[in-house]
Structure formats: C-alpha cells, structure tokens
C-alpha cells in the first residue's frame, strides 16, 4: 500500500525556517518523479519543487529559488524540503506527491495528507 506521510510544519515568523519531511512507504524514491506542492487558502495548488527521476534534475518555482532545498534520503525513504528566509506568501498547506512525468504534468496518484505552514509576525 502506498503511503505518503508529511510532518514538519507549523507556525514561523518572517525570515525563519521549517524543514518539511515525507515518509513515503509502498515504494522507493528512485521509482517515481517526486514532488512538493502548496495550496494557500483562496488559490490553486502550486508546485513548489520536483526531482525527476530521468532527467535527474531537481526544479523550483522562482518564487522559492534560492530560499527552498529538496533532498532526499533513499536509506530512510524520505524526502525533505528545506525552507528558509519564510515570508508571509509562502504560508500554505504544503504536500508531497510522487508519480510517473509529475515534474512535467503535475498529475498524481500518491499524494501526502499535507501539513500546514503559517508564516507570521
């Protein structure tokens, strides 16, 4: 059974930093693309960053660039997202995703229960 589990989230002021994690079970990490989604309240789902399994590329919206990490750890079937210099518009409901071509089509079947970032003084 596929699983995907986030925790990490939580409440920060402007210019602190969270670490998101997602346990995934069901399968590894080198099987699938993987990904980082957000939702904030009014507005479509974004995507945040992807790591493709065949291009072996990792992507970011320019929003985070430069503020944001994905990793992974493949002995923990984890992946992380990194998230520093927070500002107010990156509070959302951040998910993870994993799927076949999710880095080009932002579709998916397996997704994380999401965990909620609130970025305020």
């Known amino acids: 059974q596929v699983q995907l589990v986030e925790s990490g989230g939580g409440l920060v002021q402007p210019g602190g930093s969270l670490r998101l994690s997602c346990e995934v079970s069901?399968?590894?990490?080198?099987?699938?693309?993987i990904g980082w989604f957000r939702q904030a309240p009014g507005k479509g789902r974004e995507g945040v960053s992807c790591?493709?399994?065949?291009?072996?590329?990792?992507y970011y919206a320019d929003s985070v660039k430069g503020r944001f990490t994905f990793s992974r750890d493949n002995a923990k079937n984890t992946m992380y997202l990194q998230m520093n210099s927070l500002k107010p518009e990156d509070t959302a409901i951040y998910y993870c995703?994993?799927?076949?071509?999710?880095?080009?089509?932002?579709?998916?079947?397996?997704w994380g229960q999401g965990t909620q970032v609130t970025v305020s003084s």
């Open positions: 995703a994993a799927d076949d071509n999710l880095c080009d089509d932002s579709r998916s079947r397996y």
């Open positions: 069901g399968f590894t990490l080198d099987r699938y693309d």
């Open positions: 790591i493709s399994k065949n291009r072996h590329s990792t």
